[in-house]
């Protein structure tokens, strides 16, 4: 199957990027060097190409109705400009994909989807859709959007001297919020999301735009970032990827999402399995001072024996350790207190491991 | 950058470099393998007394997002290991020509002859 690729292609091959297949696109892995953008992101501005991520549109008098009942989280108590972080699950309480659901209005929502998930997501929702009779539309507008994240402490600074909101929009403009703006007389949507859990944008826009923003930011001075410093940003701050965390074997209680399963009593998708679910797995954050945990391997309590698998694992370059998220079985371990030692095995040697409560990193989002 | 490949160094398709000093040689990873691997982050080095076969691997190098595996340039036997590389990854970055890894007392002279010079060794960094 050939690749595809996205819009940005040109810049990508002129800044010599490191090109790698990814989810069907021959997408930049990496621009100058991993830790490198990893810090232009930490302390400065980054730039994302991630044009290849799904964008569905929800229409219409029920559209918020109709994503309430299809994901997880409380879309229809959100307010109008607001992001959620939510999983899509199945009947059977097994994770579809996550995504975020952008509520641009009462009635137009934007389900940005997995590039690797999104064919799946697209029949699963059209799926759901067919046994409902909520009042709205659905249209897939992957093919039709670029989409730029611009990450990191300069990034709302940058995003006000490109033009693409006010200084007044801006302060009032919150972490997770969304909302339409123009860019030189081009309808855009702007977000203010990531992946990174620094402040910045997500800029879903038509191509062309998609073309002299991201010239732009270069020209002002941002790093390009390639999906090699993506993947290290979300794992130092702890948020979970399909494909390691979540999968269509797990549930979102598997991996510490209890906080995206909400109640509502008017019901979804999954909850009739979540309600009674015991989860598989304790979740947990591990930090090796010694050796780079990577996902797959195992992890061993006191005792040798083996309770859990690394789902992500790297060296963070912020903190200079390896950093690691993993599944502990809770047949093997019913409890875990903060004391509870764990050693994770590289190559047959045993490398001992700190649990963490908290996240490696705690990003400069507001 | 251009890659850098020394004239006075032999080296193997899988990117070691190799310097022969009598019965024993000098080996690490080339600067055209640092650029390919990136940021390197981790290096496991065998024990001193380790036999070592040829294209065997002896240790692994990492960098942020990959593993790979050292291969043995030729046989023999490790004799001295640069710890300093170990507890500082990224000499390998900086020089991967002083950031050497260990070296080793050669059990099999004849294995030299199949060890590529500079000139052969550029074609394999294209």
């Not at chain 1, 799926?127 to 009042?135: D, L, M, P, V």
């Amino acid at each position: 199957m050939d690749l595809q690729r996205t819009k940005l292609f040109d810049s990508h091959q002129e800044l010599k990027a490191k090109l790698a297949p990814f989810a069907g696109f021959e997408m930049p892995i990496q621009y100058t060097s991993v830790k490198d953008e990893v810090f232009s992101v930490r302390n400065h501005v980054g730039i994302f190409d991630v044009s290849h991520m799904g964008e569905f549109f929800i229409e219409g008098e029920e559209a918020s109705h109709f994503v309430d009942y299809l994901v997880t989280n409380d879309i229809k108590g959100a307010a109008a400009g607001r992001a959620i972080y939510t999983p899509l699950c199945r009947e059977d309480g097994t994770v579809v994909d996550d995504m975020i659901v952008y509520k641009i209005s009462m009635n137009k929502i934007l389900l940005c989807v997995n590039a690797s998930n999104m064919q799946k997501d697209w029949e699963h929702i059209n799926r759901i859709k067919g046994t409902t009779h909520f009042k709205c539309t659905l249209t897939n507008h992957t093919d039709d959007y670029s989409l730029i994240a611009i990450q990191g402490p300069k990034a709302a600074r940058m995003a006000i001297d490109a033009g693409i909101l006010s200084v007044g929009e801006e302060s009032g403009f919150a972490y997770y919020g969304v909302m339409e703006a123009t860019y030189q007389q081009k309808n855009i949507i702007v977000a203010r999301t990531g992946y990174t859990g620094e402040d910045g944008f997500e800029l879903f826009c038509d191509h062309e735009s998609a073309r002299k923003l991201w010239k732009k930011f270069l020209e002002m001075g941002a790093a390009p970032c390639g999906l090699a410093a993506r993947d290290v940003l979300r794992l130092e701050v702890c948020f979970p990827l399909y494909g390691h965390e979540l999968s269509d074997e797990v549930t979102p209680l598997d991996s510490g999402l209890k906080w995206t399963v909400k109640a509502k009593a008017s019901g979804f998708i999954g909850k009739a399995a979540l309600d009674h679910y015991k989860a598989k797995y304790h979740f947990i954050k591990l930090l090796l001072p010694e050796g780079v945990p990577r996902q797959g391997y195992v992890v061993e309590d006191e005792t040798n024996q083996e309770v859990g698998v690394i789902t992500s694992g790297t060296m963070s370059p912020t903190i200079g350790k390896g950093v690691a998220l993993a599944h502990i079985c809770k047949g093997k371990v019913a409890t875990i207190d903060k004391n509870k030692k764990f050693w994770i095995i590289i190559r047959g040697k045993r490398y001992e491991a700190k649990l963490q409560e908290k996240a490696f990193i705690i990003g400069g989002h507001k | 950058m251009s890659v850098k490949i020394p004239e006075n160094l032999k080296y193997t398709k899988d990117h070691e470099w190799v310097s022969l000093d009598g019965d024993c040689y000098t080996m690490g990873i080339s600067d055209y393998a640092q650029g390919q691997l990136g940021d390197i982050v981790f290096v496991e080095l065998p024990a001193i007394g380790t036999k070592l076969t040829k294209g065997k691997a002896l240790g692994v190098v990492e960098s942020i997002k990959s593993v790979s595996d050292v291969y043995a340039p030729i046989s023999g036997e490790v004799v001295e290991v640069n710890s300093e590389v170990s507890a500082h990854p990224e000499m390998c970055n900086s020089d991967a020509y002083s950031a050497w890894f260990i070296k080793v007392r050669i059990a099999n002279k004849g294995e030299i002859a199949e060890l590529m010079d500079a000139g052969s060794y550029a074609q394999c960094c294209n």
